[in-house]
């Protein structure tokens, strides 16, 4: 492809996004939790977040 189209289409695909507000997350807001030594059963899904579908509390 001749480079001076290619930046022509590059520069009115950038516009169009601009013109439409199109949002791309970078990041995820990160998160905390806390816990004890006796809630049990608390799992962790593949991206990170907890899972309590399973968790109890252990009598102290």
Do not use: C, T
Request: proline share 8%.
């Amino acid at each position: 492809m001749d480079p001076q189209k290619r930046l022509q289409i590059a520069g009115e695909a950038q516009n169009y996004l601009l013109d439409q507000a199109y949002v791309i997350p970078f990041f995820e807001e990160p998160q905390v939790f806390a816990g004890a030594p006796y809630l049990k059963g608390v799992s962790f899904e593949a991206v990170g977040r907890p899972s309590f579908y399973g968790a109890w509390l252990e009598k102290h």
